[in-house]
Structure formats: structure tokens, C-alpha cells
């Protein structure tokens, strides 16, 4: 067309041309692993009150399972959008409320006025004149890795990043990083709750959470409760989520180092299992007769091959809307718990997993699905496995 009209003879009339009307452009934003834990958090928190309040009928318990494992079931199938606004909706039959998903700030992180790389920078040059070959090089490893969180921008994929307090966790890091150029290992004895990360087998490098009460800075040894979460999940799910981390708590209370990997890494070989045990063996001191572990969904399935790899480890076991059948000898003894509602893993399976586990308890939770069931199903597993010692 543009051609033609350069070519018109001088005396016609120009032709001015019409641009035809187009709807505007609509950009759908895009749904990130914050959008998710935020909305998941947000039906987590007001599905937990209730609970505890005692305000949660069957009738209600049932419709919101069903709700949030529709909307698990998007999540698995790429449908990011749907999951956030099916979990907005369970959050409202609950009573809660709506609330658009919220991403970390956009704009830079700073410290002190500057920005958190720069601090970041500073720990990573003093860390790289520390030895990394000998006793230390664990120590070593999770202090370099977490000062990589103190980042300008958080990535709203990596949990690990944009859920961490940048404050604290320089404050954190200026003792770590003080104490290696003392040639001392800074996690020894140290309480509190604390992202890291250690070397597994093959080199493999494993995140985790690991939560240690103040009762394991005393001489008194102390247990471990490894935890293990599902498909999807990382290793913050059971520390700030699942029944608002009711995990942590029950753990505390009775004198035990919660441990959450990522579970998809971490169950990898059960060598990655010794590994983190001689690091805990060399922090604090660690009571062998009561080392429990709970997974959940893949997690529970992760928990039974580790079980049935490393039976004489365990004082007890437990498997959450998942797990498959432990049949070594001497095998710890175990729990199973099903969810009558459980679309994802039906309660038929594990209830198999069990039946075929010699020994096997299990249970069934009426009228909860396959997400929200694993706040009760931590609660239901700690006592029973304070039960038993090895």
C-alpha cells in the first residue's frame, strides 16, 4: 500500500491512512513460586486457626480439602494461575480473605545504605582465603552459600532468597564468617533456625532447614526429627508452612534438631543421610537412640526407601499421604496415615504400603485430602513416634 501511494499522481487528493482499531494489549502477569507459598501460606495460616480454635465442622474441613488438592492438581499440571486463585478460594470458604499474590519488592535490597551484594561480596572475599580442604570445609560451605543469598533482587523462584531477612542474616553471617578466620567451625553447638547447605555424596550439595531448640546447646544429648516434604515443596515447607510449622514446635518440645532437605536432592542415596548425620554428630551432641523421620507425599515415599536402606538409624518412622513398604529385618516401626479424600495419592495405597509393611500402623484421617492433612498428620506422628526408642 505505501507503495502505491508514493507512486499517486501530485494533484490527488493524499490519502491519509486508517489504522484499524485493536483491543488493547493484556498482560497477564506473571504467577511465581512466591505467588504460590504466598497463597498457600495464606489458606495454611487461616485453615491452622481454625483448627486450633475448634471451629473447623466436617462438613466445611471437607469442602476445603477438596478445594486445595484441585488446586494441587493445577499446580502439577503447569496451571500456575488457576492453583493461586483455587487456594484464594479455599481461604475464603474458611473465612479468610482474597488477597492478591504478593511477590518480593522489586526494587533493590540494601544494608546499611548500600546494597546487599556489597555486603555479600565482602564475606565471599574474606571466606576465600579460608582453608577449605580440612575439618572446616562443611562450615565453609554453608556460610559461602548463604552469604550468595544476600542478593540486590530476590528471585521470586527461589524460595531461599526471597524469604530470608537480609538484616539478619549479615548480622548472622559477620559471626560466622569471624569465627572461621579463627579457624573455628561457627554452627558447633549453635541454636536457632538457620538455611543451609552441606556436601553430600558425589559432591552433591543438599539445602535444608535446620531447626535446633535451645535445649540443644546443653550437655545433654539431643535427638533428630528429619522431615520430608512433598513434590513441589522445598525444604521450608514443614519449618513455615504445614500447619503453620507445627513441625517446629513439636519438635522443641520434645528436645529435638528438626531437620527439612530438599527432598527431591536429599533422597537422591542414602549416603547423602550419612553425610548429614556425621555433620550433626560433629555440631552437637546427638542422641542415636532418637533419630525419627516423617515425610510427606514424595517425602513419604523417600522416608520408606530410606528406612528400608538404613534400618538400624531409625527409631521410628513415619509416612504421611504416601510411602511404600519397608521389609528389611529389623526395621523401625512405622505409621502410615491415609486421607480419605486424597485424590493425589488415594488413601487405598498407603493403607497397601502398610499391609504389606510387617508390623505397620495405620490410620486413616476422615475428611481431609491429600495437602492440608499433613499439619494434623505431623501432630498425630510426633507423639506416636516419641513412643519409641532404638
Excluded at 555479600?120 to 543469598?149: F, H, M, N
Amino acid at each position: 500500500m505505501a507503495a502505491s501511494v508514493l507512486c499517486a499522481p501530485a494533484v490527488a487528493k493524499a490519502q491519509v491512512p486508517v489504522t484499524p482499531k485493536t483491543a488493547p494489549t493484556v498482560v497477564t502477569p506473571k504467577i511465581t513460586r512466591a505467588d504460590l507459598a504466598a497463597a498457600y501460606m495464606r489458606v495454611d495460616a487461616v485453615y491452622t486457626q481454625r483448627e486450633n480454635t475448634k471451629t473447623l465442622p466436617d462438613s466445611l474441613r471437607a469442602q476445603v480439602n477438596r478445594t486445595v488438592d484441585r488446586a494441587a492438581l493445577s499446580f502439577f499440571s503447569g496451571q500456575f494461575a488457576a492453583a493461586v486463585s483455587t487456594i484464594d478460594a479455599a481461604a475464603v470458604q474458611l473465612g479468610g480473605t482474597s488477597t492478591a499474590p504478593t511477590s518480593p519488592p522489586a526494587g533493590p535490597r540494601s544494608l546499611n545504605g548500600a546494597p546487599a551484594s556489597a555486603a555479600r561480596d565482602e564475606y565471599l572475599a574474606r571466606l576465600a582465603v579460608v582453608d577449605s580442604t580440612g575439618p572446616l570445609a562443611q562450615a565453609l560451605l554453608s556460610t559461602r552459600e548463604r552469604a550468595k543469598l544476600l542478593v540486590d533482587v530476590p528471585s521470586p523462584e527461589r524460595s531461599a532468597e526471597f524469604l530470608n531477612d537480609p538484616a539478619k542474616l549479615s548480622r548472622d553471617l559477620a559471626r560466622e564468617v569471624s569465627v572461621l578466620e579463627r579457624g573455628r567451625d561457627p554452627y558447633v553447638g549453635l541454636v536457632g533456625d538457620f538455611w543451609r547447605v552441606y556436601r553430600g555424596a558425589n559432591n552433591a550439595l543438599v539445602p535444608m532447614r535446620i531447626v535446633a531448640p535451645p535445649a540443644a546447646n546443653v550437655r545433654k544429648p539431643v535427638g533428630v526429627l528429619l522431615v520430608l516434604h512433598g513434590a513441589g515443596g522445598d525444604e521450608n515447607m514443614f519449618v513455615d508452612a504445614y500447619g503453620s510449622g507445627i513441625a517446629t514446635k513439636l519438635a522443641a518440645e520434645q528436645r529435638l534438631i528438626l531437620v527439612s532437605p530438599k527432598t527431591d536432592v536429599f533422597g537422591a542415596t542414602p549416603e547423602h543421610f550419612d553425610a548429614l548425620m556425621a555433620l550433626l554428630r560433629n555440631e552437637f551432641r546427638i542422641d542415636s537412640s532418637r533419630v525419627y523421620l516423617i515425610g510427606h507425599s514424595m517425602g513419604g515415599g523417600a522416608a520408606a526407601r530410606l528406612a528400608q536402606a538404613r534400618p538400624a538409624q531409625f527409631a521410628a518412622v513415619a509416612m504421611l499421604a504416601g510411602g511404600s513398604p519397608i521389609t528389611v529385618p529389623n526395621a523401625p516401626p512405622s505409621l502410615f496415615v491415609g486421607a480419605e479424600l486424597d485424590g493425589i495419592i488415594p488413601a487405598a495405597r498407603v493403607e497397601a504400603a502398610a499391609k504389606a509393611t510387617p508390623g505397620a500402623t495405620y490410620e486413616l484421617f476422615r475428611h481431609e485430602g491429600h495437602l492440608l492433612m499433613v499439619g494434623n498428620g505431623v501432630r498425630r506422628a510426633v507423639p506416636w513416634l516419641m513412643t519409641h526408642t532404638r
